[in-house]
């Protein structure tokens, strides 16, 4: 199972809003609405941010929000802050009844 | 609250192995199946499998069969990882994480362990 495509990097000012990607098959993004976002910071573990494309875990800002279309998923972050600079991963559930991961992404807040 | 404390970071010889826990708190241990996630460094998140907390049934991802077990101890709450035969590329840290409980499929997880760091080094 290989690895979801995700852009290695992204940037924003703050308060702008910018989206990271995730491209993966039919087989995982594009068969099942079982797509999930993660946030890390650096020598932290990751942090559930969206789970089932869209869904917010509570205490998870409503900045935060996802959508997929066909094989690519997409999280979204609007009226971004400092805080968010960090790795953001995308896992989604697969055919094969495992879970892939997406390389992750580096968020820079500039 | 929730919290899954893992044990700490190991450094061992080519060759050797070495079993890493994750004591769990504050939920009921066998209601949440158990994922083991690795993150070599610098790298991304790779899903190891997971162990159904209820049977002690381990399913393992492709690239972590033979030299991976996954096991338990439902007495005192704990998940383990023991990996045999160490090569300078296990080095990585290892997450356990809990599957949330809305997840239909077992393919998200809320609460992750500290991580634990393990190298492997002559």
């Known amino acids: 199972q290989s690895a979801l495509t995700q852009p290695a990097s992204v940037s924003g000012s703050p308060g702008q809003s910018i989206t990271i990607s995730c491209t993966g098959t039919?087989?995982?993004?594009?068969?099942?609405?079982?797509v999930s976002w993660y946030q890390q910071h650096p020598g932290k573990a990751p942090k559930l941010m969206i789970y089932?494309?869209?869904n917010r875990p509570s205490g998870v800002p409503d900045r935060f929000s996802g959508s997929k279309s066909g094989n690519t998923a997409s999280l979204t972050i609007s009226g971004l802050q400092a805080e968010d600079e960090a790795d953001y991963y995308c896992s989604s559930y697969t055919s094969s009844s495992t879970v892939v991961f997406g390389g992750g992404t580096k968020l820079t807040v500039l | 609250q929730v919290q899954l404390v893992q044990s700490g970071s190991e450094l061992k010889k080519p060759g050797a192995s070495v079993k890493v826990s994750c004591k769990a708190s504050?939920?009921?241990?066998?209601?949440?199946?158990m994922n083991w996630v690795r993150q070599a460094p610098g790298q991304g998140l790779e899903w190891m499998g997971w162990i159904n907390t209820n049977t002690g049934n381990p399913t393992y991802a492709q690239g972590f069969t033979g030299r991976f077990v996954f096991s338990l101890d439902t007495s005192v709450s704990t998940a383990y990882l023991q990996i045999s035969s160490l090569k300078a590329e296990d080095t990585a840290v290892y997450y356990c994480?809990?599957?949330?409980?809305?997840?239909?499929?077992?393919?998200?997880?809320?609460?992750w362990g500290q991580g634990t760091l393990v190298t492997v080094s002559s």
């Open positions: 039919s087989s995982d993004v594009g068969g099942y609405n079982y």
């Open positions: 994480a809990r599957v949330y409980s809305r997840s239909v499929y077992g393919d998200t997880f809320d609460y």
């Open positions: 089932e494309v869209s």
């Open positions: 504050g939920y009921t241990f066998t209601s949440y199946a």
